[in-house]
């Protein structure tokens, strides 16, 4: 497996622009995370979904961020508009379900650096 | 409330033993996670306590006392390859569902001296 799958690596963009972020996670992996990390505030949970079905987004900032996941192999994370202050590293995970093997390991992507000017 | 402290930095010799700690505030938990990243790459998967006591991973151990409300990793012949972050990680307790997430403390900077 190539493991999980994120783009774009690097996003430069303007202060009220659209900004979407992918994630195609594990094949058989039942559970995704979406984290932002950033000096100050260390690795931030945002938000997950089982099943393709969002379970907790109580750690998405505000309402101009938005997640989906249409279906078992593909999540955007969604910012709109961009502001300076979501200038971060985001991350997604995935993991299998609770009966199988590793259901306590998560593996992240490659990240997504955003900077927003 | 779900907290994790660490220390921000510890430093250490290449070869030598060091010692992260992760203590934590949850009102229970599913159990004690270690991650580590190095600058510019993405967190990995190091090691998972489910019960208290010592699990050993080649150079790398990690502890749990639950009583204690503690953890820590174990680094030992340190290389210079060890320079990274490491990170601890818990599964908190909810309702529905809501046990499955994972949440980190804000890590510990390893830096290793030649």
């Known amino acids: 497996d190539a493991g999980v799958i994120q783009s774009p690596r690097h996003e430069v963009t303007e202060m009220g622009q659209e900004v979407t972020l992918r994630c195609k996670p594990i094949?058989?992996?039942?559970?995704l995370f979406w984290y932002r990390q950033t000096m100050m505030r260390g690795l931030e949970l945002l938000i997950y979904f089982n099943n393709n079905v969002p379970i907790d987004d109580s750690g998405m900032p505000e309402d101009r961020f938005s997640a989906k996941m249409p279906n078992a192999s593909f999540s955007t994370l969604k910012i709109q508009p961009s502001e300076p202050r979501d200038s971060a590293v985001y991350f997604c995970a995935s993991r299998p379900g609770q009966g199988g093997s590793g259901a306590n390991v998560l593996t992240f992507g490659a990240g997504s650096r955003l900077t927003v000017l | 409330g779900q907290s994790l402290e660490q220390p921000s930095e510890v430093t250490a010799v290449e070869g030598a033993i060091v010692q992260i700690n992760c203590t934590y505030q949850t009102s229970g938990f599913y159990g004690l996670s270690w991650y580590q990243q190095h600058d510019g790459g993405a967190p990995t998967f190091l090691s998972y306590?489910?019960?208290?006591g010592l699990e050993e991973t080649g150079r790398f151990s990690s502890f749990l006392s639950r009583s204690d409300s503690y953890g820590y990793l174990l680094l030992q012949e340190l290389q210079m390859k060890d320079s990274a972050s490491y990170f601890c990680a818990v599964r908190p307790p909810g309702g529905r569902n809501r046990d499955d997430k994972i949440i980190f403390g804000k890590g510990t900077r390893l830096h290793i001296l030649p």
């Open positions: 094949s058989g992996h039942d559970y």
């Open positions: 306590n489910a019960l208290d």
